[in-house]
């Protein structure tokens, strides 16, 4: 079974640490336009982020989905495709 393209994507990175590795991660994040340092808050969901950034280059991200989900409950973000994941 072929993994999904983000999970191939995270797999590239599996083993690194956030001080050890951290330029590395750095110059990972910076490819999503992020600018984050990896050694001094937790990293987990801007991985997440610039993992989907790099495995799903033509998808655009929802610019702040929270005010979309106050006021469409349970209709997903406005411009989101619900197809992601």
């Known amino acids: 079974m072929t993994d999904l393209p983000w999970?191939?994507?995270?797999?590239?990175?599996?083993?690194?640490q956030e001080v050890r590795d951290r330029l590395?991660?750095?110059?990972?994040?910076?490819?999503?336009g992020q600018n984050y340092d990896p050694s001094k808050t937790p990293w987990c969901g801007i991985f997440q982020a610039t993992v989907?950034?790099?495995?799903?280059p033509s998808q655009?991200?929802?610019?702040?989905?929270?005010?979309?989900?106050?006021?469409?409950?349970?209709q997903g973000a406005i411009?989101?495709?619900?197809?992601?994941?």
């Open 52 to 56: 989907f950034h790099s495995a799903l």
């Open 60 to 74: 655009k991200p929802v610019v702040n989905p929270p005010p979309n989900y106050l006021t469409h409950f349970g």
């Open 24 to 32: 590395k991660l750095m110059a990972y994040f910076k490819t999503a």
């Open 7 to 16: 999970i191939s994507e995270a797999k590239k990175h599996v083993g690194l």
């Open 79 to 85: 411009g989101t495709p619900l197809t992601l994941i």
